[in-house]
């Protein structure tokens, strides 16, 4: 219970810095990923191979969209243009609490609430936010979502 609240400190952390710099600190996103595998390893014998699905279908996902950009872009690099690591090292977090089922509802929901954010940040034409701010939706709606599992 402890190890679930200093991960949600962690990941409110990591919103509030990729909301304001539009960046997250490497060392922020490794306590994260440290303790992430501290809650893979105590949960279940199940969430190794929930973790291991989800990488995969995540690593799809973005394999598909990096060849999706290279072919409509050519000469531009995805992770500098479109995407940041730090918005793949939070997803591969992720990765590490939801059933597979509810990892693909996750990235849905995720998406929308990015696509959302986007319009409205592109509808408000505001400078400070020229990309979404990706790593700090994720983990807020993983805040929430393991704030739910604490409650419940």
């Not at 490794?30 to 191979?49: E, G, P």
């Not at 996902?61 to 940041?84: C, D, N, P, T, Y």
């Not at 609430?113 to 701010?133: N, R, W």
Request: proline share 2%; net charge positive; aromatic share 18%.
């Amino acid at each position: 219970m402890s190890l679930h609240i200093i991960i949600i400190c962690l990941l409110l952390w990591v919103a509030f810095f990729d909301f304001k710099d539009r960046s997250i600190p490497v060392l922020l996103l490794v306590a994260l990923s440290i303790l992430a595998i501290i809650h893979l390893y105590t949960a279940s014998q199940f969430n190794i191979l929930y973790f291991g699905i989800n990488a995969c279908l995540l690593g799809i996902q973005i394999l598909l969209m990096v060849a999706w950009f290279w072919w409509r872009k050519k000469g531009q690099s995805f992770f500098k243009e479109a995407f940041g690591l730090g918005d793949v090292w939070i997803l591969f977090i992720s990765a590490v609490f939801f059933e597979p089922l509810t990892f693909v509802w996750f990235i849905v929901i995720a998406s929308l609430v990015s696509l959302i954010t986007g319009i409205i940040l592109k509808f408000l034409k505001t400078e400070a936010y020229q990309f979404i701010p990706l790593a700090a939706i994720v983990s807020v709606i993983i805040s929430i979502h393991l704030i739910f599992n604490l409650v419940s």
